[in-house]
């Protein structure tokens, strides 16, 4: 029984017998030629590999046209390797400023100063004049005919919680959910009735088989907030989103690192077809086999091999944790093999390289049916 990418990732998610397991590399996306892993010498090798034996989850959002903003005020400057952009919004009450720098070795950005400093800034934020962007869905709709068999498209969308915690600094968020819970409430409440605006021009679209990737709820598992806590500012809203997107036809599948064994039956109760990216102990505290056992007719799991595995271990153990997931989740399908993240360094290291290679030779190996 020989299938497609696409054909192999879409049984999987629907519990339905596949040939193998398939295999995704997260944020890694081979056939993205605008994606900078693509055009980093350090990382052809593992692209090219990628490209001839994964099965694609191709992560890339719709456009949106965002209306004019006479409030936000955009600087960019560079410093040495790095550049840094300053925006600064102009609130009736006064600015609310974030800085964010990005360096040139390292595909991420680091925000050295959130928008929202004090709790009064919530009033200023939400008073901002406020009108919903304008979707357009013609370069990932040409992004899906380009992909073919070879996978899945995939967007991404925050939950209130996400966003809310970004525009805070992670600790001060905290503070606040702890001391001021119905501030709290009404923040969330405020920023859920602007997400779901957005969500309805996406579900508009035709987006059958798109994965739908629900961030944020990681912002409140243990340590950080309490399950009871978690239920009112994550599941509240994660129930009717994977609804929604369910209904769509497309996968709700809900992204949470971390320790989610206090909040995983949490996650149960909403229609979400999915679940990454299942950290292994200590980095999470529920062993896969036990996920499987209780969730594993009713979400496809995804993940498990730790990325500080792949950038730190030899390939011996990388075959060994492989030949391990297998048995703990391979059985009845529903299981996609998937680093919990993706590297973001340049030049790629021999060792990460070697590993990745590895993960997916081993995959081969241990995951046929």
């Known amino acids: 029984m020989m299938m497609d990418s696409r054909e192999r990732l879409l049984r999987s998610f629907r519990h339905e017998p596949v040939d193998r397991v398939p295999i995704s590399t997260y944020e890694l996306v081979g056939y993205n030629p605008e994606a900078w892993e693509n055009n980093e010498p350090s990382y052809t090798r593992l692209m090219d590999e990628i490209r001839a034996r ?7 959002g719709p456009d949106w046209t965002e ?32 800085l964010v720098r990005v360096d040139d070795t390292i595909h991420t950005a ?35 005919r380009r992909l073919g068999g070879h996978g899945l498209m ?3 969308i925050p939950d209130p919680i996400c966003e809310a915690a970004e525009l805070f600094s992670m600790a001060d968020f905290l503070v606040l959910a702890r001391t001021e819970i119905e501030l709290t409430r009404y923040f969330l409440d405020a920023l859920y009735e602007r997400q779901q605006e957005r969500l309805r021009q996406i579900l508009a679209h035709d987006v059958r ?8 709820p990681e912002y409140a598992t243990t340590p950080y907030l309490p399950p009871e806590l978690f239920r009112e500012l994550v599941t509240k809203y994660l129930i ?20 989610i064994g206090a ?8 229609e979400a077809m999915a679940l990454d990216p299942l950290e292994p102990p200590p980095d999470g505290d529920i062993p896969l086999g036990e996920i499987k056992r209780r969730y594993g007719r009713q979400f496809c799991l995804l993940g498990n091999i730790e990325l500080r595995e792949l950038e730190n271990a030899d390939t011996t153990r990388i075959d060994a944790l492989v030949r391990q997931v297998m048995t703990d989740a391979k059985a009845g399908g529903g299981f996609i093999l998937m680093p ?30």
């Not at 088989?209 to 944020?216: A, F, H, K, N, S």
Request: aromatic share 10%; proline share 6%; glycine share 4%.
């Open 263 to 270: 909040v995983i039956d949490q996650f149960a109760e909403t």
């Open 67 to 98: 209306a004019d903003e006479p409030f936000r005020e955009v600087t960019t400057w560079r410093e040495g390797k790095s550049q840094f952009t300053r925006i600064v919004l102009h609130s009736v009450s006064g600015p609310l400023e974030r």
């Open 154 to 156: 995939m967007l991404s």
């Open 340 to 369: 919990t993240a993706a590297p973001i360094n340049v030049p790629l290291s021999p060792r990460t390289e070697a590993n990745y290679l590895q993960m997916i030779e081993s995959a081969w190996r241990y995951g046929q049916y």
């Open 240 to 259: 009717p989103i994977c609804r929604q997107i369910r209904q769509a036809g497309a996968i709700p599948r809900i992204h949470c690192h971390g320790r």
């Open 110 to 144: 680091w925000t050295l100063r959130h928008f929202l400093q004090e709790l009064e800034d919530i009033a200023s934020y939400l008073s901002l004049p406020y009108e919903p962007a304008k979707v357009d869905f013609s370069s990932f709709d040409d992004r899906a």
């Open 209 to 216: 088989d798109v994965v739908v990737r629900i961030c944020g």
């Open 54 to 60: 994964t099965d694609c989850l191709y992560m890339a």
